[in-house]
């Protein structure tokens, strides 16, 4: 029984990621960065190498997939340690943020100081 069982996980494992058929019951077309993030982390936990998470995100995700390069460059950072999903702000890039309040301030110092 024992050598029955190890030679259906070993044939299983044998398998490559073009063999697996990837299915979820609604696609994943609408998603957020930090979800994809997750799942790179979750995958790379299990010992998933980055061109297979790649492949089975793109196929789920579609157009809304990370690219290639992101999916590697988030799998060797989780691999080394980190453990944030959330995007790092990024230097030089600017945060703009606009609110009532703050287009009302902008106004009140354009009419101070025409």
Same mark, same amino acid.
């Given at each position: ?13 044998? &398998? ?28 790379? =936990? ?37 453990? =944030? ?28 100081? &025409?």
């Amino acid at each position: 029984m024992c050598r029955m069982a190890c030679r259906l996980q070993h044939s299983a494992n044998a &398998r490559t990621p073009s063999q697996h058929q990837y299915k979820m019951a609604a696609p994943l077309e609408t998603c957020t960065r930090e979800e994809q993030h997750s799942v790179i982390r979750f995958l790379c =936990s299990e010992g998933v190498k980055p061109i297979e998470i790649y492949q089975r995100m793109k196929f789920q995700y579609g157009d809304a997939c990370l690219s290639q390069q992101q999916v590697y460059e988030l799998s060797r950072k989780f691999a080394n340690g980190v453990t =944030s999903v959330e995007d790092a702000p990024h230097p030089g890039k600017a945060h703009r943020v606009v609110t009532p309040e703050n287009t009302a301030a902008v106004e009140a110092i354009v009419r101070e100081n &025409r």
